[in-house]
């Protein structure tokens, strides 16, 4: 589809309207996001592609990466960014990284063709995905991509295809185990810290050239990253005197934490609602009292929520900046880096997507669960709006159709739930319990926030035979197919 701005002028037909939790958690909002014309992509974007449709905007995420670059300026520091494409597949973001300088982190063969045939350099590219196949690896070798290397089955294999090509393969050597606050930060990735002179042999290094090292923590948490770069460098020196190799980068992985919501209220105040519930002093705010695997026992809740953080205080540039300021000795880590003429690396995913994207999805039918709750049916299933955080805290998007659909039945849905077109008594779009204080009819567009980072793709699945949601790419002229719908 190409919607050409200033086209066609057809009267808006879609409306905000509003929508919120019970317990609100307004979403953060980009300025595309509430643009005037946004009513209008929406019919468009239905009209074209039924329901569900994502959209995404490649402008907040150069400016994401660019804020990130910028970091380094204090300490003369070199910071290049990879972005995890895994986070979102959509090829416009590919495309943005090859014209704005910014590389891309590839996680499979066809996401390397991909940003090959998009034209980004191999020196651009960083490949880490989790298994490595021959075919991978050969190609990785013969376009001079560097390799992040895992294990010592990795290592041999590289080593192998190499030598049997004559040529050096470029590598990095993912690390992990490194020490934290007394601990070690154990991981099922990577070569143990400590590990490190054995699995650097001579023969592994006369076939592989050892351009860096690359670690990749779970969670968001700066101290942790702190510590796990100065053990990196601290093997960087040793590596340099030991085996009189320098290295040219140190590659801290993903992780950059944002901020999904604008109310660190709110989100506490979620939280505080949904402990009374569970407690039996205050009203549900999910489905069921839903718990997400929290139980009360004798006045006391148990168990863990597996949520992401929707809201953080420390986010993007500024946590990083607290990673490239911290110090030891003296010495910051930054300048530490710099004076080593070592690149600091990172591979954004989620961070870099923040504010690039939304899902919308149509209205299908309202009803009445037999416990007597209300059920909004939207045209999508949960998988086109999921990642492994066991819900999404922000409320969506209420956009009413101004033209409803003639002779719909009057359904008091004053409150409700968001249910998907799975088959499953537990295909909720969402647990909680959202408010239509000026109602919610079949044909309105509800428009969950914020999305592009793994939100849209990472679950998405053709289960019972339904198709994936199309990509449109929303631009300052245009809204049009991304290349990987096409
Ligand atoms: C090796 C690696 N790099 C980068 C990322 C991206 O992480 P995030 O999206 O949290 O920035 C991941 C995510 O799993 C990863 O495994």
Known sequence: ???????????????????????????????????????????????????????????????????????????????????????????????????????????????????????????????????????????????????????????????????????????????????????RLESRFGFPVGDIGSVLSDHVLAHLELAGLHFHLDGYCYQQRVSALWQCLDVSDWILQKKGVRLGFIDCGGGVPISYLASAEQW?????????????????????????????????????????????????????????????????????????????????????????????????????????QILVGLAMNHTQCRTSSVDFFADPLLYRCARPMPDQREVPTDSGFLVGSYCTESEFLSLREFRFPEGIAVGDLVVFPNTAGYFMHFKESRSHQFPLAKNLVVTPREVRLDQIDW
């Open 1 to 183: 589809m190409t919607m050409q701005n200033g086209g066609r002028k057809s009267a808006v037909r879609f409306e905000r309207s509003r929508l919120e939790g019970v317990a609100p958690l307004t979403a953060r909002l980009e300025p595309w996001m509430k643009d005037a014309r946004f009513g209008q992509i929406l019919e468009k974007g239905r009209d074209l592609h039924g329901s569900p449709f994502n959209l995404v905007n490649t402008e907040p995420f150069v400016r994401n990466l660019e804020r990130l670059k910028t970091v380094g300026c204090t300490h003369d520091l070199d910071i290049a960014t990879f972005f995890a494409r895994k986070a979102n597949k959509c090829l416009s973001f590919v495309h943005a990284c090859r014209e704005n300088g910014y590389g891309v982190d590839v996680a499979s063969e066809i996401e390397l063709d991909q940003a090959l045939r998009c034209g980004v350099a191999s020196g651009k590219i960083a490949c880490t995905a989790a298994v490595k196949s021959r075919s991978l690896l050969s190609k990785c070798l013969e376009r001079d991509v560097c390799v992040v290397l895992d294990n010592s089955d990795e290592i041999d294999l590289a080593v192998s295809l190499a030598r049997d090509s004559q040529k050096t393969m470029k590598v990095a050597l993912r690390l992990s185990g490194f020490e934290h606050a007394g601990l």
């Open 268 to 372: 506490q105040g979620f939280w505080s609602r949904h402990d009374a519930a569970l407690l039996g002093t205050g009203d549900p705010v999910t489905f069921d009292n839903d718990g997400y695997g929290r139980v009360s026992v004798d006045g006391r809740l148990f168990g863990n929520v597996k949520r992401y953080p929707f809201y953080q205080e420390l986010v993007q540039e500024e946590w990083l900046a607290k990673i490239v300021n911290s110090s030891r000795r003296g010495e910051t880590l930054g300048g530490s880096l710099a004076g080593r003429r070592l690149q600091l690396r990172l591979e954004p995913g989620r961070s870099a997507l923040d504010g690039c994207g939304v899902t919308v999805a149509e209205v299908a039918y309202r009803k009445r669960h037999s416990n007597g």
